[in-house]
């Protein structure tokens, strides 16, 4: 009988882990020498696994279309305002006080939103890991705020379902071209047909380009420098320096933890 996290016709029933992730990486490597360059160069990327629940579908609410730093900074005043991120708390909180803390004002309606559906009892989101995807996807995407992405970014990270592909995704466009070597960026089609090739661990994938994506960004954003007398990088001025080590924490580079926007 085959195992459930086996490469073969059948889909990848178990959420995805360290040692699943690192099978998957082998197998997407031997099939697509593009990914597998982009392993070697870089390394395998990380599981970037998130815990699922409230916090964690509020904090990608947050990260819609903006940097990760961005949304970091507002989870954390979303935070400080409500005590705790949980859905009584930002229920209590309301609208008027997110947005004070500085959540723009149609986020601010979003988390309370789904913090009154979890708080009535309309929403389970324990119950959600153990829907099929397709389940889960249609659910979400019934929650003010949820589009496909931010279903599909909960159902890859926080589920950790090893074949679900984000479309809408610019950092995966951008990846794919410069691994792919393409001349133009790819639509949101294209790239998903393109994803079609690496199932059933398109979710693999993903978290190859990213890394891809992460590791490129760091070294166009000040990674590589001329070297100083003593033969090390030359210090970045004190205020790229702020700003780098703010992206290191917010977001992965090349061995760092975090989830790219």
Same mark, same amino acid.
């Given at each position: 009988m085959r195992s459930p996290v086996d490469v073969g016709a059948a889909r990848p029933l178990r959420p995805l882990d360290s040692r699943s992730l690192r099978r998957a990486v082998r197998t997407l490597a031997a099939r697509d020498p593009? =990914?597998? $360059? +982009?392993?070697? *160069?870089?390394? %395998?990327?990380?599981?970037?696994?998130?815990?699922?629940?409230?916090?964690?579908?509020?904090?990608?609410?947050?990260?819609?279309?903006?940097?990760?730093?961005?949304?970091?900074?507002?989870?954390?005043? =979303?935070? $400080? +305002?409500?005590? *705790?991120?949980? %859905?009584?708390?930002?229920?209590?909180?309301?609208?008027?006080?997110?947005?004070?803390?500085?959540?723009t004002r149609q986020k601010a309606v979003y988390c309370c939103a789904l913090a009154r559906e979890v708080t009535s009892g309309r929403l389970a989101l324990a119950a959600l890991g153990h829907l099929p995807e397709t389940a889960v996807r249609s659910r979400l995407l019934q929650l003010p705020g949820v589009g496909p992405w931010t279903?599909?970014?909960?159902?890859?990270?926080?589920?950790?379902?090893p074949d679900v592909w984000p479309r809408g995704d610019l950092a995966l466009a951008r990846a794919a071209q410069h691994v792919k070597r393409l001349r133009r960026l790819p639509d949101d089609d294209a790239l998903s047909g393109m994803a079609e090739r690496w199932a059933p661990w398109r979710a693999a994938a993903a978290r190859i380009l990213w890394h891809a994506y992460l590791c490129q960004r760091r070294q166009s954003d000040g990674g590589l420098r001329p070297a100083s007398r003593a033969g090390r990088p030359a210090p970045a001025p004190a205020g790229r320096r702020r700003r780098q080590e703010a992206s290191r924490r917010a977001t992965p580079g090349c061995r760092t933890r975090g989830i790219p926007s």
């Amino acid at each position: 009988m085959r195992s459930p996290v086996d490469v073969g016709a059948a889909r990848p029933l178990r959420p995805l882990d360290s040692r699943s992730l690192r099978r998957a990486v082998r197998t997407l490597a031997a099939r697509d020498p593009d =990914l597998a $360059a +982009a392993v070697a *160069r870089l390394g %395998p990327p990380p599981l970037w696994a998130r815990r699922p629940g409230f916090a964690t579908l509020v904090r990608i609410i947050l990260e819609q279309q903006v940097s990760l730093a961005s949304a970091a900074a507002t989870y954390r005043r =979303l935070r $400080a +305002a409500a005590g *705790r991120v949980t %859905p009584a708390r930002v229920a209590f909180a309301g609208e008027a006080s997110l947005r004070a803390a500085g959540v723009t004002r149609q986020k601010a309606v979003y988390c309370c939103a789904l913090a009154r559906e979890v708080t009535s009892g309309r929403l389970a989101l324990a119950a959600l890991g153990h829907l099929p995807e397709t389940a889960v996807r249609s659910r979400l995407l019934q929650l003010p705020g949820v589009g496909p992405w931010t279903a599909d970014i909960y159902l890859l990270m926080a589920l950790r379902r090893p074949d679900v592909w984000p479309r809408g995704d610019l950092a995966l466009a951008r990846a794919a071209q410069h691994v792919k070597r393409l001349r133009r960026l790819p639509d949101d089609d294209a790239l998903s047909g393109m994803a079609e090739r690496w199932a059933p661990w398109r979710a693999a994938a993903a978290r190859i380009l990213w890394h891809a994506y992460l590791c490129q960004r760091r070294q166009s954003d000040g990674g590589l420098r001329p070297a100083s007398r003593a033969g090390r990088p030359a210090p970045a001025p004190a205020g790229r320096r702020r700003r780098q080590e703010a992206s290191r924490r917010a977001t992965p580079g090349c061995r760092t933890r975090g989830i790219p926007s």
